[in-house]
């Protein structure tokens, strides 16, 4: 599937709105033994939202590439830039709601986790929930 900019961006959203959320209740709520509680909710938040910039620039990239696609070793380095660029923009710059001392061991399991449950579910439960939404470039509705 090669996926238009508006297909990338529902997909995205609603990832980041179901999986995304799933996963980071348990950070949210603290069960990690942490009291940094809602943080992980604007975490999830800003790099939802700062992914919607980067499927604009990764869907420039792709026109470079003969089949027009992106590889899944492309996306695990794309998942790995977006995690370092976030933590670089938290401690260079602070973001409402993230604090610059943002705990790294925890962001980082937290970025894994939800990268990783997006991940596999766009590469399996996508395409078994909506079998549709592979042939409309990755769009939802």
Do not use: C
């Not at 401690?91 to 001392?101: A, D, N, R």
């Amino acid at each position: 599937m090669t996926p238009t900019l508006f297909g990338r961006w529902q997909t995205r959203l609603f990832l980041f709105a179901t999986v995304g959320v799933l996963i980071t209740l348990p950070f949210a709520l603290g069960i990690f033994g942490t009291n940094a509680g809602i943080i992980f909710s604007w975490v999830l938040g800003y790099i939802a939202v700062l992914g919607l910039l980067w499927d604009s620039l990764y869907l420039y990239l792709q026109t470079f590439r003969w089949d027009r696609d992106w590889p899944a070793v492309f996306q695990l380095l794309a998942g790995l830039w977006e995690g370092v660029f976030f933590i670089a923009i938290v401690k260079l710059f602070g973001l409402p709601g993230v604090p610059k001392t943002l705990p790294l061991g925890l962001f980082f399991l937290h970025y894994s986790l939800v990268w990783l449950g997006i991940f596999t579910a766009s590469q399996t439960l996508m395409r078994v929930l909506f079998p549709r939404w592979r042939f409309r470039g990755g769009q939802l509705f």
